[in-house]
């Protein structure tokens, strides 16, 4: 399934390794928040280290919009991972250039280097032949364990992997077989649970599950474009007016296959404290707003999904950030956690719903990379991916 070189597929010791990695972590205070994406690398980067390579990491971290900017710096995810591996870590304040070979010089192995963030420069996202060369120029080999990253072809995740031998870490293996299995050969039946604000950044993701998924289970504003689509008035529910065609031929298309929602929560205002009610599908009232899936739907989908073979999860059910409108979207955690079936969980929201639950490792696999692992399930070749050598 799997079929490109691994690590441990070519020799590291004595190499300089240069791998991306995605430390693009939440900071507050100059401190890792969430250590979690750099917790998911430590397999790959301790690999290296036992095989006596010298491991130069490095990553983008938000999305700086002009050049070098301290709040969006490298350093705090150096110092964490420093304490993770108890030992020191180096960084280097450029991430390509003299400074940056200078530092990946000095290496020896065993010896770890975090550079700067790589959007700090244009070349980055431009996938600048250019830039994919400096990075090349530090290292022998070139690993790509930044799963969350993979859809995107830029200098450090895509460009650097022609110029020097690319080869794939464990993690971004992890993710790829487990996504890879679940559309390619899932354990029937297949639900996948879609949520989230807009629907247009998941048509082509809809579309693509409705021919592979025995089910598809749609909540979230997203839920509301259909409604609107099939002619209820939505009061001030958040509708995409300029998905409604597509969610007209979806719904025409679509079959039994996609369930929505059967009742919903509304609010006189967008606000925790808001006036609330719970009502089946049809018009809301002027001045309301859907902002979750009402008990019944979480009942419905529930038995979905406790009945399901392979559960893929992205996107919340409602409002979640506001506890009165978060029962939907923990309902379905819970409904996901007790299952027996394969389950996947993506996308920051819904990760970050299981964890406040306390559910994640009722979780089959939970994916570090919410963009990518929705190109995935779109059908979508990753350009990270398809860059690394063939086995
Ligand atoms: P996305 O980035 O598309 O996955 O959307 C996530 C956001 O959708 C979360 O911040 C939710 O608060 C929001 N959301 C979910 N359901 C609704 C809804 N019914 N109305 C407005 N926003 C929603």
Redesign the pocket.
């Known amino acids: 399934m799997f079929n490109k070189k691994l690590i441990t597929d070519i020799d590291v010791k004595g190499k300089r390794v240069l791998a991306r990695v995605d430390f693009n972590v939440p900071i507050k205070d100059g401190k890792v928040e969430d250590d979690t994406r750099i917790v998911a690398a430590l397999p790959t980067i301790k690999y290296l280290l036992d095989h006596g390579a010298a491991v130069i990491l490095c990553s983008h971290l938000g999305r700086p919009k002009e050049g070098p900017d301290p709040k969006y710096s490298m350093r705090p995810t150096a110092e964490h991972l420093s304490k993770l591996l108890g030992k020191p870590v180096a960084f280097s304040d450029e991430c390509v250039g003299p400074v940056a070979e200078a530092a990946a010089k000095a290496l020896k192995p065993g010896d770890v280097l975090v550079l700067e963030n790589t959007r700090f420069y244009k070349g980055e996202t431009k996938n600048d032949p250019e830039m994919a060369k400096q990075l090349a120029a530090l290292a022998d080999i070139y690993v790509n364990d930044a799963f969350g990253s993979a859809h995107r072809a830029h200098a450090s995740t895509e460009g650097v992997a022609h110029y020097l031998p690319a080869v794939a870490g464990f993690l971004m293996e992890k993710e790829i077989k487990y996504l890879g299995e679940a559309i390619s050969n899932p354990k029937r039946p297949f639900v996948a649970i879609l ?4 629907i247009v ?2 048509i082509g993701v809809i579309r693509n599950l409705l021919k592979i998924a025995d089910t598809v289970l749609i ?6 474009t259909f409604f609107k689509a099939q002619g209820y008035p939505m009061g001030e ?2 509708v995409d007016g300029e998905a409604l065609e597509t969610a007209r031929e979806i719904l025409q298309d679509a079959g039994p296959r996609l369930r929505l929602p059967v009742d919903v929560v509304i609010a006189d205002k967008f606000d925790n404290n808001a006036h609330t009610k719970i009502i089946d599908v049809g018009a809301v009232p002027e001045g309301w ?4 899936i009402g008990p019944e739907t979480v009942a419905a989908y529930s038995k979905v999904i406790k009945d399901a073979g392979t559960v893929v999860w ?8 506001m506890p009165n ?1 978060a029962k939907g979207t923990f309902g379905i955690a819970q409904a996901v956690a007790e299952s027996q079936a394969v389950s996947i969980v993506g ?1 920051g ?1 819904s990760v970050s719903a299981l964890n406040q639950s306390g559910l994640s490792d009722k979780i089959t696999h939970i994916s570090t990379g919410g963009g990518a692992s929705l190109e995935m399930l779109e059908g979508l070749t990753l350009p990270g991916v398809a860059a690394l050598q063939d086995k």
Do not use: Y
């Not at 949520?195 to 807009?198: E, I």
């Open positions: 949520g989230g604000a807009k950044d998941k909540g979230g504003g997203m839920a509301n529910s958040l707003a859907i902002l979750d992205n996107g919340p059910m409602g409002v979640f950030e409108f996308g929201d």
